[in-house]
């Protein structure tokens, strides 16, 4: 499989196993660029070292998938739908659609976030679609990462 033109934004991410997992999953779909947003811990620590605790779970990808900390999400996405990405949301609310059939063509972002209140509602209103994973169990959500993956296996490999 080959790099795309999609990007992946993770917001406000708290755990740096769902991080790591999170940056195998977009090595194995080719996404482009990982933007860690806010409390998003990133690969280094403050000082620059290497932190075993995503490196664990990430086992190598963090190398692998070009990555950057911000932040702030309001200028990552100003600069993406500039330069013509459609955004898309993996969420639940009340305007979402099921994201099997969300079609994806041509250069796209998409944000998880944060694992207990997921993406603010201020965040899914600049997005061109939210896509929502439906729950069969007892359960109202999949972990980030779990979803994560779902959702960009079935989005990016049609």
């Given amino acids: 499989m ?12 708290r755990s740096t196993h769902n ?8 090595d194995a779909v080719g996404i482009s660029k990982l933007y860690l ?36 999400l309001a200028p990552v996405l100003t600069k993406l739908k500039k330069d013509g990405y459609a955004i898309i949301a993996v969420e639940q609310s009340k ?4 994201y099997k059939k969300v079609k994806v063509s041509g250069k796209t972002v ?11 509602e201020s965040v899914l209103k600049k997005c061109d679609v939210v896509a929502e994973i439906g729950m069969a169990g007892m359960k109202e959500s999949l972990n980030v990462s779990v979803a ?4 960009l296996f079935r989005m990016l490999n049609r």
Avoid: M, N
């Fill in 110 to 120: 998409f944000i998880v976030g944060t694992e207990v209140s997921g993406i603010p």
């Fill in 37 to 72: 947003v806010g409390t998003t811990p990133a690969p280094l620590d403050r000082f620059g070292r290497a932190r075993a605790d995503i490196a664990k779970t990430a086992l190598g990808a963090e190398y692998t998938v070009p990555w950057e900390s911000r932040a702030t």
């Fill in 2 to 13: 080959q790099k795309t033109d999609s990007v992946l934004i993770l917001l406000d991410i």
């Fill in 95 to 98: 305007d979402s659609v099921d």
């Fill in 148 to 151: 994560t993956g779902v959702a």
């Fill in 19 to 26: 991080v790591g997992a999170i940056f195998r999953t977009a």
